[in-house]
């Protein structure tokens, strides 16, 4: 990674299935930002060698996305399956429960020294309290996200997926050395987009956030690499 903890902390959504795209964008970025994430719609239409193509354009750490969430066995097997690829961060769905968790951190528990982070996503950016109610939850997303965040913590997992509205609550539920992987930010005077609960970068780490998940307003733009380092600056002047 970067000396700069500033760019240490930016994780860049690369979100395309055109792979010379992807790879375009991904190669400027080395050196600026702390790392890729892969999510699932890059990574079903070009499978993990592609994934590797793209790390290999940036050398960047890499946070793969795919958000699995099946019985134990299943998701210890795609974990495991994921491993040769080296990635830094993968993530499973805290709604899975105790069970699939553990078994998802067993797996990761297997690449030793190249165990990657394993992380439960708790409710997406992109759903509010009207949504939750229309699907049936109870509480506010803030009272879901701290619940299934201290669920995600007994299991072993080594963090969260959070939105930066709940970073406080979940910073004093869980403790210092629980990671806050944070998507929905974005840099002042950034679109909103399709995400409904969002903070400035400079807004999340304030609050705590460990790393920020950053697409659009860096992807996006007519000069990405341009983006990503107003991103840094934007953080090293807060």
């Keep these: ?27 400027p970025l080395g050196g600026i930002v702390g790392g890729i994430k892969i999510g699932k719609e ?7 060698q592609g994934v590797r193509r793209l790390c290999e354009a940036s050398k960047l750490p890499l946070f793969l996305d795919l958000k699995f969430h099946d019985i134990p066995n299943t998701v210890a097997g795609a974990v495991r399956a994921a491993l040769p690829l080296k990635p830094h961060i993968v993530n499973v769905h805290a709604a899975g429960g105790m069970a699939m968790m553990r078994a998802a951190a067993a797996a990761a528990a297997e690449a030793g020294a190249d ?20 699907i049936g939850m109870v509480g506010s997303a ?6 299934l965040a201290l669920l995600a913590r007994e299991a072993g997992l080594d963090g969260v997926v959070c939105s930066p509205h709940e970073i406080a609550a979940v910073r004093a539920a869980c403790g210092p050395g629980f990671k806050l992987v944070v998507p929905g930010i974005r840099p002042a005077g ?9 903070l400035t970068p400079a807004e999340a780490v304030a609050l705590g956030a460990d790393v920020l998940v950053i697409g659009r307003p860096i992807t996006a733009a007519d000069e990405p690499a341009r983006a990503a380092r107003s991103v840094v600056a934007e953080l090293a002047a807060a």
């Design 190 to 198: 950034s679109a909103m987009g399709d995400q409904k609960r969002v």
């Design 115 to 134: 165990r990657p982070l394993v992380i439960g996503v708790t409710v997406l950016t992109s759903l509010d309290n009207d949504d939750l109610k229309a």
């Design 142 to 147: 803030a009272v879901q996200v701290q619940r």
């Design 1 to 27: 990674m970067n000396q700069n903890p500033h760019a240490d902390r930016i994780f860049v959504a690369i979100d395309t299935t055109d792979l010379e795209r992807a790879i375009s964008l991904c190669r």
């Design 42 to 48: 890059f990574f079903v239409a070009h499978g993990p």
